[in-house]
């Protein structure tokens, strides 16, 4: 492996995953702490419908399935405020036809051969500058408006009632985890792909929520080991010759589960 360190689409290939997973680790937390993991893939498989769009009209995926992820928390966010008892049907229709937009436009572009097996599975190996400069700007978006609205987060993700008789805006904040959510899982479809992304952005969460007391905590481990199962994937899908996106997530679900042993161990 450290040969291979020597070639540039491997270096990017790792700072790709630890950007990636830094980010998955902090909103990867908010999602779970505020019950969010179907909202979010809902929106993981929404944005196939912007890939499709940025297929068809020749623009750059992350913009493509970025835009098309954000309007998408956007709806989401208004439904689930609105009529929070008929979530999981518009969840469901968006889902479905986001997946039938991207499906349909893909398959009406002029000699297009896609590889869908990137899309729905990660392709770290076949990232660029340009996406790297687009997942550093999304890290330090995120840690931005965590530091500067930390407590409201906190408040609103904890309890929404309490930080509404605060005064803190709770739509606000519910949208604004939401867009997050949707950018995260945006650059996370580049690692592991839109079938696997709910996976790096829970499993780690899962593991550091059992060994800390606070968001804060929380959110530093789910970074930590989300890299570490990132970093260790790589090494695995290089020395066996296989998909890196699916190496990442058996590192983590395999870690997970020993997890698990040994917390039943010392119980």
Known sequence: MLEALSYDFIQNALLAGILVSIASGIIGSLIVVNRMVFLAGGIAHTAYGGIGIAVYFGLPIFLGASVFAVLSALIIASITLKHR????????LMWAVGMAIGVVLIDLTPGYQADFMSYLFGSILAVSQADLWFMGGL???????????????????YDSEYANLRGINVPFF???????????????????????VIAL?????????????????????????????????LWFSYEYDVASGASIILVSAGSLFVFLGFSKLKH
């Open 85 to 92: 008892e008929r979530m999981d049907t518009f969840i469901g």
């Open 139 to 157: 890290l330090g978006l995120i840690v931005f408006i965590m530091t500067f609205w930390y407590r409201d987060i906190l408040a609103v993700s």
């Open 174 to 196: 519910y949208t604004l985890i939401l867009l997050l959510s949707a950018l995260t899982v945006v650059v996370a479809i580049k690692v592991v792909g839109l079938i696997l």
């Open 201 to 233: 952005l829970t499993i780690p969460v899962y593991i550091a929520e059992k060994l800390s007391h606070s968001l804060f905590s929380m959110m530093l481990l789910s970074g930590l080991f989300s890299s570490l199962f990132t970093l260790l994937g």
